[in-house]
């Protein structure tokens, strides 16, 4: 007896595009990026790998088609606070685009390397934006902090998803973001400074460190909204 998801015996499988995808997605989570391969997805939807390529010329096609799967319904966070502070809405579709990509293994890597442009990226864009300006920011400003927010957020999660690595995964040995090769490497140097500050710069929680960030951006675009410009002016 056929799975749902299995062909029936001696029928070739069926996939599409929205299949593949989710597929995708679910061998990311189980494996990490650096694992999914096309052959591997190909294998996982029972069928050729060139039957992928209907879909998808290359990975990256694909990788750009889970980047835009991950944020599906990110752009509808302020909804839930028309009118509201245009700082706090900033500040809510920052932490919705983190958890998104928070909610797949590897998902800031996946995200970073692709530029989709398909309704929910877009979206996402386009209703920052819309913050920005119906605050008052002028257009080159909006484009501007969008850019300032979702690179500091991507980055952010990127390094958080690194520093989350499996002990015992590639490469674990040499992750820079090791708390205790920092600690080592600041007690046995001479670096006083860095030594006063070595329990925040080692501590996990990521959270606070997102949202202290965060802060000094939306701070920031609230003093060059207030001063009428990025020069003053």
């Known amino acids: 007896m056929s799975s749902p998801s299995s ?12 299949r593949t995808v989710a597929t995708a997605l679910e061998l990311l989570d189980e494996s990490g990026l650096d694992a999914l391969t096309m ?15 209907r879909y998808f010329a290359t990975k990256q096609d694909l990788l750009t088609a889970m980047a835009e799967r991950m944020l599906a319904g990110v752009a509808a966070v302020p ?12 500040t809510g579709l920052a932490g919705a685009l983190r958890g998104a990509l928070l ?3 590897d998902g800031a890597r996946v995200f970073a390397g692709t530029y989709a442009t398909g309704a929910s990226v877009l ?6 934006v819309g913050v920005l300006r119906g605050a008052g920011f002028g257009d080159e400003e909006a484009a501007r902090a969008l850019l300032a927010v979702a690179n500091f957020t991507v980055g952010h999660t990127l390094e958080e998803q690194a520093a989350r690595q499996p002990a015992d995964g590639p490469g674990a040995p040499e992750r820079s973001a090791d708390p205790e090769r920092l600690r080592r490497a600041v007690a ?10 070595l329990p925040t710069l080692t501590e996990s929680d990521f ?27």
Do not use: C, K, M, N
């Open 7 to 18: 062909p029936a015996r001696g029928r070739p499988a069926r996939i599409d595009q929205a």
């Open 39 to 53: 052959r591997r997805l190909a294998t996982a939807l029972d069928v050729q790998a060139g039957a992928l390529y």
């Open 79 to 90: 909804a839930s606070a028309p009118g509201g502070d245009w700082g706090e809405q900033l």
């Open 103 to 105: 909610s797949y293994r």
């Open 123 to 128: 979206g996402f864009a386009d209703t920052v």
């Open 188 to 197: 046995e140097g001479e670096f006083e400074q860095l030594a006063a500050v």
């Open 207 to 233: 959270t606070t460190h997102f949202a202290f960030g965060l802060h000094l951006l939306v701070e920031g675009l609230r003093a060059v909204r207030a001063a009428g410009g990025p020069s003053g002016g």
